[in-house]
């Protein structure tokens, strides 16, 4: 089994950044793939970022790219989503997962997930 728990999320103002953390314990696997979702209040779960561990692989939503960063500390077996440029759209619970997907944005593929960490961008 293995176990997710995220860190990080809270309040921020417009334009501000969070970094959010996901350490993986329990048994893990060198060639999976780390991903991040999120859901807004009334939307489907929507997919943000990914990293394929290994080869450091890195895969980003049109709304991620440019102001997201996904990366993996495998001596911690944690990885993180750093956030940057944060905007009120941004707001929404998110989720790290684990899994083997043949598409990284393919939420369904992924087996493991987290309780999720509430991110409010708001002034």
């Known amino acids: 089994q293995i176990y997710l728990v995220e860190s990080g999320g809270g309040l921020v103002q417009p334009g501000g950044s969070l970094k959010l953390s996901c350490e993986a314990s329990?048994?893990?696997?060198?060639?999976?793939?780390m991903g991040w979702f999120r859901q807004a209040p009334g939307k489907e779960r929507e997919f943000v970022a990914a990293i394929t561990l290994g080869d450091d692989v890195t895969y980003y939503s049109d709304s991620a790219q440019g102001r997201f960063i996904i990366s993996m500390d495998n001596a911690k077996n944690t990885h993180y989503l750093q956030m940057n440029a944060l905007k009120p759209e941004d707001t929404a619970v998110y989720y790290c997962?684990?899994?083997?997907?043949?598409?990284?944005?393919?939420?369904?593929?992924?087996?493991?997930w987290g309780q999720g960490t509430q991110v409010t961008v708001s002034s």
């Open positions: 997962a684990m899994g083997d997907p043949t598409y990284a944005n393919d939420g369904k593929a992924y087996r493991y």
């Open positions: 329990g048994r893990t696997f060198r060639d999976h793939t």
